[in-house]
Every structure is written in C-alpha cells, then in structure tokens.
C-alpha cells in the first residue's frame, strides 16, 4: 500500500508537468518449487528454465486470468498511469517464451502445450492478457514488450520478426 500510494503520487506529480509514469518490470516473476505460489497454483506453470525454476504457462487459462488480474488490479489502484514496459524475453526466466533460443527461435521448454506452438502465439497469449488487465482497469495506458536480447550471431533466425507480425492491439515491441 505504502508504494502504491507513493507511485501514485510520483503520477500525480508528473502529470502536472505533462509526463506520463510508466512501471517498468519483468514479470511474471518465475518461482521455485518452494514458493508459495507455485505449491498453492502448479497449474499456472508450464515448464522449467534454469534448473529449477517454474516458468509461467501463457496457454494456460488460469495463468491468462492471473496476468490480467494482477495488471488490472495496478492500473486500477494506480490510476493515469501511462503504460507498462515490460521485458518479455531475456534477462531473467518469466513464461514459457523464456525456453526459446534467442537467436534460433528454437522452444526448449518441456511445457505440453506451449511445445505445440510457435514462440509469437506464447508472446501473444501473454501480451494480450497484458492489455485485457489494462482496458479492464479502464486505462488507455501502452504496453511496450521489451526483448532484451544482445546476441549479436549471423545465425539469428526471424522468429521475433514473427512475434513482431502478431501483436495484439495496443502492444509495441521493442
């Protein structure tokens, strides 16, 4: 509540001058077997990376429902933000995208339901519960999904393009 209630002033407080507020994160945060909640809901979990950490099912419906609920519930309590950037592939495990090579697109990940898809329909699932959870909180704030990849390979493959190509509306990627 006490950073809420600071967030929202830091809003308040850039609006007069113009600017919008933007959180910034990298979220779903991927848990461990010994995280509450992970032992309380394993069904929002698909497959593992790094070890032994869960990584988030964006196919699954009950993970769908807790990404929005979780976005709106900010945008709700955190009324006129601007938007949310969010790191959506690399710098730390998050969904099940997070088990796809950055540079050839290949899905390493063990999840039953994301390994029948390509990687843009992960992305897409996850983005597009992103702004439900937004346009539910009766916001017009953005959501730029962020893919934080500095491999620089002649290899690369043009499965982010594809991400790029299937955007729900509202998402910029970055």
Do not use: N
Not at 3 to 29: H, M, Q, S
Not at 99 to 120: A, H, L, N, Y
Not at 133 to 138: E, L, M, P, S, V
């Amino acid at each position: 509540d006490r950073r809420l209630a600071k967030l929202r002033k830091t809003v308040d407080k850039g609006l007069k001058y113009g600017i919008k507020t933007w959180i910034f994160c990298i979220e779903p945060r991927a848990c461990t077997e010994e995280d509450p909640l992970y032992r309380a809901h394993p069904e929002l979990f698909g497959c593992t990376s790094y070890g032994k950490t869960h990584v988030f099912c964006p196919l699954a419906k009950a993970t769908q429902q807790y990404v929005e609920e979780s976005v709106k519930d900010v945008f709700t309590r955190v009324p006129r933000l601007g938007g949310i950037m969010m790191i959506s592939h690399g710098e730390r495990p998050t969904t099940c995208l997070s088990t796809v090579d950055p540079v050839t697109g290949e899905f390493r990940g063990t999840c039953p339901r994301c390994s029948k898809v390509k990687p843009w329909q992960i992305h897409w699932e996850t983005a597009s519960a992103i702004m439900r959870g937004i346009r539910a909180a009766g916001s017009d704030g953005e959501y730029v999904s962020w893919f934080y990849q500095p491999h620089v390979r002649p290899e690369r493959g043009d499965w982010s393009a594809e991400v790029a190509r299937h955007l729900p509306e509202g998402v910029t990627l970055a």
